[in-house]
Each structure stands twice: as structure tokens, then as C-alpha cells.
């Protein structure tokens, strides 16, 4: 059964990236010479290598926020622990991804033909 690539008219849901402590557009197409009116395809590798990268991103915001605080370079308190927990959930996304994908690949695995 082949499998087709996720296109542009299948993301109409995805408007904003999970952690906003990165770029604006993590999961954004890659702009390029492709025509506004043609779809053009990402695919899942791209998506979640964008999703790995904003969590690593997310977690050294994190780290730079508590050494500062640690220092006593920053005072913002709040701010710290808002990237921390940003930076928690995003780990964790990425860790139950994997999780899943796993037991989907074991699934497929133990299947029969």
C-alpha cells in the first residue's frame, strides 16, 4: 500500500508551533520556488525533525534562564519557571512520540503476510 506525503491542504489545522519559545516558524513550510496555489509536500521526517529541534531549543532557553537566575544575573522568576515547564512538556512530547512510534514499528513488526 503506498503511502502519499502530507501536503499543504492536509495542515489546515496546524497554525502555531507547540513551544513558542522558538522561532515563529518552527513548523512553518519551507518557503521556496513552489507557487502559492501548489501544494507542496512535508514530510513526517521534516515535522518531527522541526518538533526535536524545538525542544532542544526550548530546553537551553530553559538552562540559560535558570543559570541566570542561579547567578543572580535575572530576577524574573516567573519567566524561568514558564520556560522550564515550557521546556518539560516538549521533552515530554517528544519522548511520547517516540514511545509511540516504537510500538507502532513493533506492531508492524510482529504482523504476518
Excluded: C, Y
Excluded at 19 to 30: I, K, L, M, N, Q
Excluded at 59 to 65: L, P, S, T, W
Amino acid at each position: 500500500m503506498p503511502v502519499s506525503p502530507i501536503t499543504e491542504l492536509a495542515r489546515t489545522r496546524e497554525t502555531e508551533p507547540l513551544v513558542r519559545t522558538g522561532s515563529a516558524d518552527a513548523f512553518a513550510p519551507p518557503s521556496g520556488g513552489a507557487g502559492a496555489s501548489e501544494p507542496s509536500a512535508i514530510s513526517f521526517g521534516d515535522v518531527l525533525g522541526r518538533l526535536v529541534e524545538t525542544a532542544n531549543r526550548a530546553d537551553a532557553v530553559a538552562g540559560q534562564k535558570m543559570d541566570a537566575l542561579a547567578s543572580g544575573a535575572g530576577d524574573d522568576l516567573h519567566g524561568t519557571m514558564i520556560a522550564v515547564k515550557e521546556a518539560d512538556i516538549s521533552v515530554k512530547l517528544v519522548a511520547s512520540i517516540r514511545t509511540k512510534l516504537l510500538d507502532a514499528f513493533n506492531e508492524i513488526w510482529k504482523t504476518s503476510v
